[in-house]
């Protein structure tokens, strides 16, 4: 975490204890605090306060939205479109809504895992409700054509002219940091954040829900955030939210060029280092702060546990939960065959990521995959 962020965020962990919801001036402290961070986080996302929620999670901002307005839209209909690409907070949702009588349609990516805007278009018919596509993917840091998904949805709510104000197109922006966050140019109905990915808090998830967009809470119990996430306010980490998000702004562009390039110098030099190995989205069309890559005969989480004793922390799309391999639906999605795909690996940039740390990924890394090459069964 930021220390700037901490800092916001320690007098609401200790003097400043009130609750939001009290009456008391120990409580009414704590209502000013949410409501300025509130304010603040609307001005950088140009859009109302009230367009704002706190929830627990990013996922947990992620099945608000989903779940929140495929409910409140039933009387409209049941059909609900999604990449295949998306979190599983996001994923996941849908999965469980398909068991409870909606209609899905999974549109499909490409091999760099870019969804088609044309596609986007031909899959929206009369009972269309919700439209879910991430900004950015976490896995491979592609940016999905947001926009241009966006005013094709708009053709069809102008089509509509009726007061039902839908489909709704909500964007799951949580590996999107550097990138534009207006959610006016992106034109967006809601958008999904996670302070803890740029340095803000774990704990806490912002919901962007544009008015007038039918949308009911998940979680059932009082008044709290427009009604729409009961529950006592989590003040220190909507403080601390707040701060995080006002700092990224702050050096947005800087930064992101900075690590670009720092991501540019390990993606090129990975390729040249390693043979057999390739790189996982798109080339051009991806976010400052990702490289990924797959390595033909090398095994994901041994990759990782080699890097941890060299001092890198990176993750990989494999996940081997029970000795089951399941490969990453995300490079499933963008045709990248299992056996390839048990060979991922993902390396995140920061804003701190030093050139020295780059030498050392790409000193320590091509030995551990002719290594683990060697070990593999042929
Ligand atoms: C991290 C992430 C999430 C989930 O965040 P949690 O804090 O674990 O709830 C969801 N979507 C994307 C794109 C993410 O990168």
Not at 186 to 212: A, C, N, Q, S, W
């Amino acid at each position: 975490m930021d220390p700037q962020v901490l800092e916001a965020m320690l007098p609401y962990l200790k003097e400043n204890f009130g609750n939001a919801s009290s009456l008391h001036s120990w409580g009414q402290e704590a209502r000013a605090a949410v409501d300025q961070a509130r304010g603040q986080i609307s001005q950088i996302l140009n859009c109302q306060p009230q367009e704002i929620i706190f929830t627990g999670t990013t996922t947990e901002a992620d099945n608000l939205a989903l779940v929140g307005v495929a409910k409140a839209s039933l009387f409209k209909g049941n059909h609900l479109v999604t990449s295949p690409i998306e979190h599983h907070g996001a994923l996941d949702v849908f999965e469980a809504l398909s068991k409870n009588g909606f209609e899905v349609t999974y549109l499909s990516v490409d091999e760099y895992g870019l969804v088609d805007p044309a596609e986007v278009e031909k899959s929206l018919k009369e009972t269309t409700t919700l439209v879910n596509v991430m900004y950015a993917n976490n896995e491979v840091g592609t940016i999905e054509p947001l926009r241009e998904s966006g005013s094709k949805i708009k053709n069809l709510k102008l089509k509509m002219r009726n007061s039902f104000g839908g489909p709704f197109f909500h964007t799951d922006a949580a590996a999107a940091k550097y990138l534009d966050l207006d959610v006016q140019k992106l034109g967006v109905d809601l958008m999904t954040l996670g302070p803890h990915k740029f340095y803000g808090p774990k704990g806490i998830g912002i919901l962007y829900v544009r008015e007038g967009t039918k949308i009911e809470s998940v979680i059932k119990g009082g008044a709290h955030e427009y009604g729409l996430r009961p529950g006592t306010e989590n003040v220190p980490a909507i403080v601390g939210a707040a701060k995080a998000l006002e700092l990224l702004e702050e050096d947005k562009q800087p930064d992101a060029e900075r690590i670009a390039a720092l991501r540019d110098k390990l993606i090129d030099g990975v390729l040249q280092k390693i043979p057999n190995s390739h790189l996982t989205g798109h080339p051009k069309k991806r976010v400052p702060d990702i490289a990924s890559f797959v390595f033909e005969g090398a095994e994901g989480e041994s990759i990782l546990l080699l890097l941890n004793e060299e001092g890198i922390a990176a993750s990989s799309g494999s996940a081997c939960t029970s000795g089951l391999l399941k490969p990453s639906h995300v490079l499933t999605a963008m045709g990248i065959s299992p056996e390839l795909s048990h060979g991922s690996l993902r390396l995140s940039l920061g804003k701190d990521t030093t050139e020295e740390e780059i030498d050392h990924v790409l000193e320590k890394l091509p030995p551990i995959i002719e290594r683990l090459r060697k070990m593999a069964p042929k």
